[in-house]
């Protein structure tokens, strides 16, 4: 007894040591510091490394993740490395490659999604997320906008994540994508993310000049080499930075329930790019009406509706079956790069500097439950629009009254503008419907002339969740 009075205080000691170590063990004490996160249950998750996150080559990044199911990189890092075998791969195109180069070096990848694109616009799903590589090089060809809007809309993903080698600078185009559902979009190594549904920003994240987008520029806050690792599960999105331990340096999370569109199955193309139209050459034969009323300056633009003869070319009643047919992009360019762009070459008439073209289209629905109308149009010079023997739109062109011997602005080739015409729905009808239009060059020498149209309108809808 007198030895354990001697050392009680020793036992004691003792004791509450044991205790205290058995209590660090039960509750494990974090030892990896705040970078570190708790990752939840997946969907799918993939690498991607950016131009400027490339420090280390791509082969020395999947060495190090193999974990990883897949990888992407813009198409220059990857080229740098031929003989690396790439079954997990998925190139960025960023022009460093022609298309012919492209579909020879990746002959893997999904055929030909979009014509004339080679295997350079693709997409695939994993999980519940769609990944859409674009081309960012023809970024303004509007069949590849169309063949996006598709692709989501036919099988509709929680996810939707667009790869891009070069940031589109046209708010139009990140509008479509929000509209579209599109979520995140990767361009080089500047994460863009769909501002309603960032539940969590990065110690860096930016607006953008882009109504609804935010941006994470990934290699102003980390100078170290870096990969991103991107991650979802049922409703939640997460893109982190890791540095080459795979630890997280910092992340940004989404939650899609929490995104409210209109549906994008809503809009519809009644007329569609790249359709069969019936065209002609302006000329002083071709009889033009100046309705009444109708001010010739254009200083007080008539407001009512007004008729148009038959006879009138813009009439739907027209009898239009002497002129040509063809199928657009209509036009003539001097250059070998706009050339490939037309499908129906025209003659360069030193005679007048204008065509007319014309199409009758089926109206299913009723103009009362149609919210929006929208004109979607590439061209060159100017133009004039007429949708059932009225006008509904002009731009690069002088108002008032128009011959076919009239000259446009001069101005540079506009591809794929969206022009919201909302006050024109009234001109619609159930049932057939015809749409006539003029474009004029800025010269009767010019060597440009470039139309293509597609009219498209969107249901009424309320807003929903997803």
């Given at each position: ?6 050392y009680?205080l ?14 660090s063990f ?12 708790s990752r939840?249950?997946v969907?799918?998750?993939f ?9 280390l ?11 990883t ?6 198409d ?7 003989q690396?075998p ?6 960025v ?11 020879t070096?990746?002959g893997t ?15 695939f ?9 674009l ?18 809309k036919?099988n509709?993903?929680v996810?939707?994540?667009?790869l891009?080698g ?13 509209e ?15 501002e ?6 990065t110690?860096?994240y930016k607006p953008t ?7 994470w520029?990934?290699?102003e806050?980390?100078g170290?080499?870096h ?9 939640k999105l ?9 630890d ?9 329930s ?5 549906d994008?199955l ?5 007329v ?6 019936r ?10 009406v100046i ?5 010739v ?12 003869p ?17 199928r ?22 030193m005679?007048s500097?204008?065509?007319y ?5 089926v ?38 009254l ?11 080739w506009t591809?794929?503008r969206?022009i919201p ?5 009234s ?13 004029h ?5 010019s060597?440009?002339l470039?139309?293509?149209?597609s ?8 807003e929903?969740?997803?």
């Amino acid at each position: 007894m007198s030895v354990l009075k001697s050392y009680k205080l020793f036992w004691i000691t003792m004791a509450m040591v044991l205790v205290i170590t058995g209590l660090s063990f039960a509750t494990q004490i974090p030892t990896q510091g705040a970078k570190e996160w708790s990752r939840p249950a997946v969907s799918f998750t993939f690498g991607y490394v950016g131009g400027e996150s490339g420090k280390l080559d791509i082969s020395e990044w999947m060495k190090r993740t193999q974990g990883t199911p897949f990888f992407a990189a813009p198409d220059a890092l990857f080229a740098e490395n031929p003989q690396m075998p790439a079954p997990n791969f998925y190139p960025v195109y960023d022009g460093s490659n022609s298309i012919e180069q492209w579909d020879t070096a990746y002959g893997t990848l999904p055929a030909e999604m979009l014509a004339g694109y080679g295997r350079s616009v693709y997409t695939f799903d994993y999980g519940n997320a769609r990944f859409l590589f674009l081309n960012a090089t023809k970024i303004d060809d509007p069949r590849q906008m169309e063949w996006l809007r598709g692709t989501v809309k036919n099988n509709q993903q929680v996810h939707n994540v667009v790869l891009l080698g070069e940031e589109p600078k046209s708010a139009a185009f990140w509008a479509d994508l929000r509209e579209i559902g599109v979520n995140v979009v990767l361009v080089q190594d500047t994460v863009y993310a769909l501002e309603q549904v960032v539940s969590q920003q990065t110690a860096e994240y930016k607006p953008t000049a882009y109504e609804g987008w935010g941006m994470w520029q990934v290699s102003e806050q980390v100078g170290e080499p870096h990969m991103l690792r991107v991650e979802g599960n049922e409703n939640k999105l997460f893109v982190v930075a890791v540095d080459q331990n795979g630890d997280a340096i910092d992340r940004l999370e989404q939650d899609v329930s929490k995104m409210v569109f209109t549906d994008p199955l809503l809009e519809r193309a009644a007329v569609s790019m790249q359709s069969v139209w019936r065209f002609t050459p302006g000329r002083g034969d071709i009889k033009a009406v100046i309705p009444e009323g109708f001010d010739v300056t254009g200083e007080y633009p008539i407001t009512q509706p007004y008729n148009l003869p038959p006879d009138d070319w813009r009439h739907p009643e027209y009898d239009d079956n002497a002129w040509q047919i063809g199928r657009g992009p209509f036009g003539h360019a001097k250059e070998r790069t706009y050339r490939e762009r037309i499908e129906t070459k025209l003659p360069n008439d030193m005679e007048s500097p204008s065509y007319y073209f014309r199409k009758t289209f089926v109206l299913d629905d009723d103009p009362a439950q149609i919210e929006n109308l929208l004109l979607h149009i590439s061209f060159e010079d100017g133009f004039i629009a007429y949708l059932n023997g009225e006008e509904i739109y002009r731009d690069a062109i002088r108002t008032g009254l128009v011959q076919h011997s009239s000259l446009a602005e001069v101005g540079e080739w506009t591809f794929y503008r969206r022009i919201p015409i909302k006050n024109q729905i009234s001109r619609l009808k159930q049932g057939v419907n015809t749409l006539a239009v003029e474009v004029h060059r800025a010269h009767p020498k010019s060597p440009n002339l470039f139309f293509d149209l597609s009219l498209s309108y969107e249901k009424k809808a309320g807003e929903q969740a997803r």
